[in-house]
Structure formats: C-alpha cells, structure tokens
C-alpha cells in the first residue's frame, strides 16, 4: 500500500507525520528530502527550499527519479505536496509520470485555515518561506484540492481531508491513523 499525505508549507504536516509513523506500521517517506539528496549529488541545491526555484525541466527530472525510486517500495506513506508554487507558477507535485510509478491507494490532504498557516509559517526560524499573503495561502490551499481531484480521477485512489487544528496535531493524526 502506498498512500500520499500533503499540505502547503506551514499546515503542520511534519508534526502530524511525526505522530501519524509512532502508530503505523508505514515507513514514512518524504519525497522532497529524496529529490533533494539527488539534486544534492548533482550540485544543484544546498536546501530543500531550493528546489521549488530551479527550472520546471529540472524538477521534473528530479521527480521521475524520485518516483522511480519510490515505485519500487511497498507499505510506504509518502510525504509530498500536491502542487509546488514556484516563480512559473504551480507545478503538479504528482504528475502523470509520477502517479504511474507510484500506483498510490489514498491521498490524505492536510488542511488548516489561511491565518493559522501564516502564524505557523511566522514562527518557524528554520525555513526560508516566500512572502505570501493569507490570500496567496488560501489559494495554493484551493488548488492543491483540484490538483488531488485530478489525481484521484487519474488513479482512481480516494481522497481525505484532513482539518489540522491550532495546538491539536493529534487530531489529524488520528483522522489520518482511521483512514490507513
């Protein structure tokens, strides 16, 4: 089984991951932090932060190595976004290529409201975050659940969203630990 856990940066998803691998028998994957030891290895970037800004050519090339390597485990929760803002615009975290190799069962969509994102994104000294308004938040948050439509009409995989309330991580842990 494969499922696909996402949400913008700043909606807690690490935190709730974090909850969500003490309780499950799932290895946890971040499909960032595996582009980025491959963009490492090829002297492209030195953070994560950095991926989103390198040319769209190059991040889909570092998504279909990415997914290569990830269609071949099993039991694996992946950690990824829907959608990636970037300088172009919004790029497909899972695109036709990647929905292919990864064969996913569920994807569960971590959610949280605009201002709780950005009070989260303001405390948090150890990312490099763009300067986006509660605006820009609510629609990269309205665009990732089309983009999850479509990738649910493309693999026919359900979808769950999952509200991630201020100070209760638990919460959504649970929710995601009910729906695995």
């Known amino acids: 089984m494969r499922a696909v856990i996402s949400g913008i940066p700043g909606v807690g998803k690490s935190t709730i ?4 691998s003490k309780k499950s028998q799932y290895e946890i994957i971040n499909f960032g932090s595996l582009m980025l030891d491959m963009a490492k290895e090829l002297d492209l970037v030195k953070t994560r ?10 991040q889909r090339n570092l998504q279909k190595a990415a997914s290569n390597k990830l269609g071949k485990m099993d039991n694996i929760i992946i950690d990824t976004h829907m959608s990636i803002k970037s300088p172009a615009g919004y790029l497909p975290g899972l695109p036709a290529w990647v ?3 990864l064969m ?10 605009p201002e709780e994102i950005m009070r ?6 150890t990312r490099s975050r763009d ?20 990738y649910s009409v493309y693999s026919g995989a359900t979808i769950k969203y999952i509200y991630n309330p201020d100070n209760h991580p638990e919460v959504a842990a649970e929710n995601i630990l009910m729906g695995l």
């Open 120 to 125: 989260r994104r303001q405390n948090d000294p």
């Open 99 to 101: 929905l292919t190799e």
């Open 17 to 20: 991951l974090t909850m969500v």
């Open 104 to 113: 996913v069962s569920s994807y569960f969509l971590i959610e949280s409201t």
């Open 131 to 150: 300067g986006d308004t509660v605006k820009d938040i609510d629609e990269h948050q309205q665009v990732n659940r089309y983009y999850a439509v479509a």
């Open 49 to 58: 932060d950095d991926i989103r800004k390198l040319e769209v050519g190059t």
